[in-house]
Structures are given as structure tokens and as C-alpha cells.
């Protein structure tokens, strides 16, 4: 079955530094997407970053970046020069395989940003 | 703001008691999602739809149904509800089920007491 780790459930970053937030996936699937979600604390889920298994690029929106390493079947998201505005909960997820756009969810890491 | 609307922000009711949520995905997304955040089970996936069919179906209680209109809003029933059944609600939507954005509304909050 498709599952997505987290193992970090909280961490803390100095402001301006940059923190990677670890994404393990597993799935015997070729074609996979993966997605970053951003939850701060007012509860809404913001989409930051998506990567498909096919790009051979690694994704970049803004301060965001995704480490994607096919091999380890790892996806981490790279958050540069951290804001205090960053401080919120990270959600890695992965499509489901077949066509139904379903997305598997992992359970999160609390990131707090220190001025 | 994402583009997707969910009505209402927030809902208090009581046990046995039902209530409807309302979704209104992205202009042009014809797919939309309905997922459950709640403490002790995460942020799960209920069901979608596409284009109006029902596309896919995930741990959704038979107690729950969903639907999606011709102009592709979207209602979650949630009926015979329990203490367990409070969480957050999320619709999400996309253009199609291989997009490579799913765009989450801001969430409808139930707490049943």
C-alpha cells in the first residue's frame, strides 16, 4: 500500500536560516505525484509545491524547493531563509495511483520559526 | 485565497443531529475532494468526484453521503452524527484527477457535543 512518513513531528529553525523538512514515500507505482501543504495555525491547508516522479528537475516555488531523490524514494521540502510566517504544520502527501487524484497524507511536522 | 469556497466556517451541534457542507471547488476545476482532519486519524480522504460521478471513495462512514451538482458545487451530509464525527472538513478541487495542483478551501469546522 501507498504510505507517506514524516518522522520529524516538530523542529525549530532560527529566522533567516534554511530547514529541510523530511518526506519518505512508499509506492511500487512509476508514475506518482507528490505535494507540500503548509497548515498554520487558522487551520487552512495552502498548496506550496508539487513534484511529479517523471520531472527530472527538482521543483522550485519561491523559497521553496523539493529534494527529490527517486532512488531513496524521498521527497523533502527545503524552505530557504525562514520567515516567522513559516512557523505552521507541513504536510507531505502523494497521489494515489490509478486516476482518481486521491491524496494520501503523511502526519505532519510543526515547524516553529525563532526570531 | 485558494478559489475554493466552503460554507460554513463553523458548525456546533448535537449527537443524532445532521448537517450538510457546502463546496464550491476553483473556476474551471471540474474535480473535487473531500477530506477529514481530526486529532487521533489525520487528514484522511473521503471521497471525490468528477464532472458530477462520484470518482473515488475512501474511509467514508455509510452514516455520510456526498454529492456534486451540474454547476460542480459540492455537499457532504454527515447524519446520526457522534462525538467522534468533530473534526475539520476540507474540500479540495483540481482541473482534472492528474493535476498537478489540488487547491484545499479553507475548511469547515464541526464540533458535535
Known amino acids: 500500500a501507498q504510505k507517506i512518513t514524516q518522522t520529524q513531528p516538530g523542529m525549530f529553525v532560527q529566522e533567516k536560516e534554511a530547514v529541510t523538512l523530511d518526506c519518505t514515500y512508499d509506492t511500487s507505482d512509476q508514475s506518482y505525484g507528490l505535494f507540500w501543504y503548509k497548515q498554520p495555525s487558522s487551520g487552512e491547508m495552502i498548496f506550496l509545491i508539487y513534484q511529479g516522479s517523471y520531472d527530472e528537475q527538482n521543483a522550485t516555488e519561491g523559497r521553496y524547493s523539493l529534494n527529490f531523490q527517486k532512488a531513496r524514494k524521498s521527497a523533502n521540502l527545503v524552505i530557504s531563509a525562514s520567515q516567522l510566517g513559516d512557523s505552521a504544520m507541513y504536510f507531505c502527501?502523494?497521489?494515489?495511483?490509478?486516476?482518481?487524484?486521491?491524496?494520501?497524507f503523511g502526519q505532519g511536522t510543526t515547524l516553529q520559526v525563532k526570531p | 485565497d485558494s478559489g475554493v469556497t466552503q460554507t460554513p466556517k463553523h458548525l456546533i451541534t448535537a449527537t443524532g443531529q445532521r448537517v450538510t457542507l457546502r463546496c464550491s471547488p476553483r473556476?474551471?476545476?471540474?474535480?473535487v475532494y473531500w477530506y477529514q482532519q481530526s486529532l487521533d486519524q489525520g487528514l484522511q480522504f473521503l471521497i471525490q468526484?468528477?464532472?458530477?460521478?462520484?470518482?473515488a471513495k475512501g474511509n467514508i462512514l455509510e452514516r455520510f453521503s456526498a454529492q456534486q451538482f451540474p454547476d460542480l458545487h459540492s455537499e457532504l451530509n454527515l447524519s446520526s452524527l457522534e462525538l467522534g464525527d468533530s473534526a475539520l472538513y476540507f474540500c479540495?478541487?483540481?482541473?482534472?484527477?492528474?493535476?498537478?495542483?489540488?487547491?484545499f478551501g479553507p475548511g469547515t469546522r464541526l464540533l458535535v457535543l
Open positions: 502527501a502523494m497521489r494515489e495511483r490509478g486516476n482518481t487524484g486521491k491524496l494520501i
Open positions: 479540495a478541487s483540481s482541473v482534472d484527477p492528474r493535476a498537478e495542483t489540488q487547491y
Open positions: 468526484y468528477y464532472n458530477g460521478e462520484e470518482r
Open positions: 473556476s474551471g476545476d471540474l474535480s
